[in-house]
């Protein structure tokens, strides 16, 4: 029976309908549903692991035992995996080892706009790319098989529109698991001294030469002849797009993007008098087919910035600047945290004292826009807490009390632990405030091992922040509720002055955790309310200004935390009491 089924859904069938046994991976979107939905399949163990590094280890272990195994993440989980993936590349693999990468082109929810195809390239592993839901089963059955037949780990490379949008699957059934799963020892293949990795190159060219014949018949590569010019090259979701803009052109759609069928790219540039490279992010395709000698028309500057869509692809095939949309203007909503977020009054706080916020990747990253604009900067997971280390070691000591490092729970488990080692190990002082709302929050509440809950839902021994931090050297560890603004401030202007490295677990869970409670929504005495605004520099959606710039809380939105109530200065705004409730 045919089904409708996402990108991630229809990767988590293939994989399954594969002979996967084992799934790994950290959350991340777009690729967070694949392991969430691999997870509901008999015969597979799915398990969140605490960063991409340890998933593609713990995969490469299962791999060399013989069994097949999945590994996802985003873009920017492949730069965290990236160091065994080079090297795995020199090892091999025995059982079937894929590794699906969703970029992220337009920046839905991510801080670049990476283009994954360069790993491929640099890692010298195959790569395929499907354009629709269809395609991601397929190819992913397709990658385990070249997998095994190479030796080799295989990327495969989503985008956040093939990720997430819906299209028919054929669905099939379970293949055959028959390889007995085994220690074997091989030190020559799976060792990396300088003696044994030098013989592995020298494999690993031979299995890239035997790759570039295999693309050129590989089954994903399709050659669709059209009825006139001009003649597109192009792979995964711009495929569609240039289905919908240029139907009756001829098209040579890569389903391998690397490496390349360079008989066929030949064959076709040739029997076509003009050929575009229709291609999202990187002139990637467009880079490799020149360097062979083709012409070929490529895209401009501003075509490598942004998702592609069928109105940019008409003006890129017309070889003009983009023009304007004859789509209606969709509406912008800017993101913003939700009413009763346990981080607002965190960051309340750290705007009300004036530090210098080096923050990280999560919700809290929110808190950089008005009317909070309190974090400084961003880089990648983890990186905050290393940053606040930096500053305070080259600023002038009166300074230094400014810098704070705000991570979150998830994050802090993933990277963040190595950079507080590291300030404690250096002697460095600061305060690092871990933002614990019980979930890895942004990427869809999955859990971490904080929660002491796997993806599969099962009770396991729960990591201890508090101990964690305290055995990692610092003494002064306090858990507080970040609703309680002055307790917070208090704290952070009685560490900030110290030498010595303290932590603050502003612990709270997330308001999407407690749906289900009933909530006791505060309201606003708008004959005591001044018009002063203070409420509103919460950001809080609740709060609405009304025409005469009076307040009014939003019933269904508040969840009660009272954030709002701590900053009036008047005291209007109070919890609100039902007539049915004893006052």
Known sequence: MKKLLSGNEAVARGAWEAGVVLGTGY???????????LKEYEGVRAQWCVNEKVALEVASGASWAGARVLVTMKHVG?????????TLAYTGVKGGLVIVVADDPGLHSSQNEQDSRHYARAAKLPMLEPSDSREAREMAKLAFEISEEFELPVLLRLTTRV???RTIVAPGERGEISTPFACIKDPKKRVMIPAYARLRHRVLEKKMERLIRYAEDAPCNRLEEGGGEPGIITSGISY?????????????????????????????????????IVEELDRFLET???????????????????????????????EKSESTSSSPPIPVRPPVMCAGCPHRGVFMVLRKLK?????????????????LSALDT???????????????TVLPAEDREQVVAVIGDSTF????????????????????????????????????????????????????????????????????????????EDFLKESLPLVEPSVMIARAPCVLLTRGEEPRPYRVDLDTCVACEQCLQTGCPALVKLPDGKVRIEGFLCTGCGVCAQVCPVEAIGEYIRQDEPR
């Open 378 to 392: 961003c880089l990648c997971m983890g990186a905050g807490v290393g940053q606040s280390e930096g500053f305070r």
């Open 355 to 371: 530090l210098f916020v080096t923050g990280d990747i999560g919700c809290y990253t929110l808190g950089t826009l008005p009317p």
């Open 27 to 37: 959350p991340g979107t777009p690729s967070s549903e694949i392991l969430e939905n």
């Open 288 to 318: 490799e087919i020149k360097a062979m000698g083709m012409e070929v028309t490529g895209k401009r500057p501003e075509y490598c910035l942004g998702e592609l869509n069928p109105d940019r692809i008409e003006a890129l095939l017309r």
């Open 240 to 276: 569609q797009y240039c289905k919908e803009v240029a139907p009756d052109a001829s098209y040579l759609k890569l389903g391998m993007v690397y490496p390349l069928p360079i008989g066929t790219i030949e064959n076709f540039v040739r029997s076509s008098e003009k050929v575009f």
């Open 413 to 488: 488990i993933h990277s963040g632990i190595t950079g507080l080692i590291d300030i404690v190990y250096n002697g460095n002082g600061g305060v690092v405030i871990i933002l614990d709302n019980r979930t890895t929050a942004m990427t869809g509440r999955q859990p971490h091992p904080a929660m002491g809950v796997t993806l599969r839902g099962e009770e396991t021994t729960a990591t201890n922040l508090e101990e964690v931090c305290r055995a990692v050297g610092v003494r002064r560890v306090r858990v507080m509720n970040p609703h309680d603004l002055q307790g917070m």
């Open 163 to 165: 990720s997430h949008s």
């Open 78 to 86: 492949l730069n965290v995996a990236s160091d065994p993936l080079f």
